[in-house]
């Protein structure tokens, strides 16, 4: 078909190509869209993971080298759906919390996308948390992560029962 197959990404930058595609890991999408942004190849970024520091590296190096970057870490239209609407809902909730429901394989916790909404929901308004972390009698840790203000519980599951 003459698609050209690479085993290595080093392999794939000594060809001629417009765009790259990453969906792979999130300990090191980071590097390679930042090495295909230097060599000037835009990037479309299929992979979760990329903190809210990390995309503003990849914006400073994209505009430095006139490069266009798309971030989708999620392609699943319920997923981008929820966030949305979450990101919607924010401007009138005085308060959230993010339940992140994965595989019991999922080695992020938060997920990149769970993540990622906590830092963009940050930028809506402050979420007032109603009792302080601080005066919670018990575990601490009971009350999940604290990610950009947001409380995010990341719940991993080989299968997923929800009793109501």
């Known amino acids: 078909m ?80 929820a966030n949305h609407f979450a990101l919607i809902a924010a401007k009138h909730l005085p308060s959230w919390e993010i339940i992140d429901y994965a595989p019991a394989y999922k080695v992020d916790a938060p997920s990149g996308t769970g993540r990622e909404l906590a830092e963009r929901l940050s930028r809506v308004r402050q979420n007032e948390i109603g009792v302080p972390l601080n005066k919670i009698h018990g575990a601490k840790e009971a009350r999940g992560a604290n990610v950009s203000g947001t409380q995010v519980h990341s719940v991993r599951l080989p299968i997923l029962c929800i009793c109501l």
């Open 2 to 81: 003459g698609i050209p197959i690479s085993s290595t990404f080093e392999e794939v930058l000594q060809k001629p190509l417009d765009v790259l595609i990453d969906y792979t890991k999130p300990d090191s999408v980071k590097q390679r869209v930042l090495t295909a942004l230097s060599k000037g190849i835009c990037v479309v970024v299929g992979t979760s993971g990329l903190t809210a520091a990390d995309f503003a590296e990849i914006e400073k190096e994209a505009l430095s080298h006139k490069c266009g970057v798309i971030a989708a870490g999620n392609f699943a239209i319920t997923a981008a759906l």
